[in-house]
């Protein structure tokens, strides 16, 4: 391992994997180097962790969990199972399981709800959290730094929304206050959609998808706000600007405890459920608030880890005691190497993939077929909004941001491409059903999930098929190829 060149020599390659390897600078998290520090004498192997016999189970399964296209195929089972209940004799005892009231009573406070509103409202809370999460990150040390790209993406977004409530708004008669439901994109099913595909696509339109995705879920958000709403509290909403407020304080003193955070957002997540406003809300707002900014350097980290290795040599005359609080105090400051955003984003996106999202696709994606109306405006405008409006406004909007010049096209990403990724838009299905539940009234329920599950199964197929006959011919490199840097209109 060669060492670094002066003591005082900067550190610019470290993040990724708990501050010990990280991106160079502009490339992707594969595009890794050892963590600089004074010459090691030991061979290669003994530089490694040692591997347990229990690591050759779960090493495979941590690998797997890490891909989208599995949080994909986890989604779509669960959907299955669910309309699979829904649809067989041990549907009414199905649909009982998830309006069960669960919670507890606390003087002349109420905390009782169904399953499934606990789910949509408070588990699905983590997955908004998460998405203002990896929406910050981007925009301050992702891609989306590049601001013609984020417009694009935004832009594209944008059209992702106008177009299809428009067409809603035409052709859905009286249930025209549902439009909010063609206006979102399934991010775990739009993503994995591509990752299916492989090397064959190209980076700059995965990046493309998921920021697109990313705009899409925070417009989600504040349709839910505007258009979903109940009467507001203000008296509530004074109590979420002072938690609000009070986390930032937090933040601002250096507190580093999560449960103490935790506490802190279930106090918002209270009064902001009972303002009117959906408490969903809580996970977007704290999300970015999260700070960016790591708080142990990497000229920090190197002097830690270097003091705790020369405490451990042979012959220094440390005592075992301080030794080990060495690396103890070395455990610490690999954690603390990462920011708040990215320990939280590692910490949740498993859950949320793997537990959060199909708890909701089982509560909430069944649709009794054998009931559908298949003459019900509700299913054919909702099919129409977001199987052809979709693409259609991601595609129009996106050229005219480039057009006027707001925004640039990155190499790679041609116009066909580009086309087909608007068909993907069209998956709404989490956000889709997640909107549904506070657009319908209980009566119409069914045929708007049967819609949007007919739309979403349409644009996977018809997405995957277009981008499928668009490289087929063609050898793009790999996501791990790096970032995107050349653009062009």
Known sequence: MQESGSPNEPISRWEDDGGMTAASPGGSPGDSDPMPRPSD???????????????????PFARFFRIH??????????????LAF???????????????????????????????????????TLFFFVVALELKRELVQGELRNVRFAMLSLFGALGGMVVPAGLFL????????????????????????LA????????????????????????????????????????????????????????????????????????????WDRSGIHPTLTGVALGLMTPTTRWVTPLK????????????????????????????????????????????????????????????????????????????????????????????????LSWLAIR??????PSGLTWPLLGACGMLTGIGFTMSLFIAELAYPPAALNDARFGILLASVVSAVAGIGLLLVLTRSRGVPSIAAGPVQEVHR
């Open 41 to 59: 004498p030991h061979p290669k192997g003994h530089q490694d962790l040692p591997f347990g016999r229990l690591d050759w189970v779960t090493a």
């Open 69 to 82: 296209a599995i949080a994909a195929a986890v989604l779509l089972l669960a959907a299955v199972i669910a």
């Open 86 to 124: 829904t649809n067989s004799v041990w549907s009414a005892w199905y649909q009982s399981l998830w309006n069960t009231s669960a919670g507890f009573v606390f003087g002349s406070a109420d905390f009782t709800r169904p399953l499934r509103g606990w789910i949509t409202d408070g588990l699905m």
């Open 170 to 193: 035409l052709l859905a008669g009286d249930a025209r206050a549902a439009w909010g439901t063609v206006t979102a994109t399934d991010t775990a099913f739009a993503v994995g959609c």
């Open 196 to 271: 299916v595909l492989g090397s064959r696509i190209p980076p700059s339109l995965r990046l493309f998808v998921l920021s697109l995705a990313i705009f899409d879920d925070i417009g989600a958000i504040l349709v839910i706000a505007i258009g979903y709403g109940h009467g507001v509290n203000w008296n509530a909403i004074a109590w979420v600007g002072i938690g609000l407020l009070s986390t930032m304080g937090m933040a601002r003193l250096g507190v580093r405890s999560i449960p103490i955070y935790f506490a802190s957002g279930l106090g918002i997540w209270y009064f």
């Open 301 to 396: 980290l190197r002097a830690i880890f270097t003091r705790a290795l020369n405490q451990s040599d042979v012959g220094t005359g440390d005592s075992p005691q301080s030794q080990r609080e060495g690396f103890r105090r070395a455990h610490t400051a690999v954690r603390e190497s990462r920011s708040p955003v990215e320990q939280l984003e590692w910490m949740l996106h498993p859950w949320v993939a793997f537990a959060v999202l199909p708890l909701f696709a089982l509560a909430n994606a069944g649709a009794v077929i054998r009931d559908v109306d298949l003459s019900s405006p509700i299913i054919s405008s909702t099919a129409v909004a977001l199987v052809i409006g979709k693409p259609v406004g991601v595609f129009v």
């Open 404 to 409: 006027v010049g707001i925004a640039r096209r």
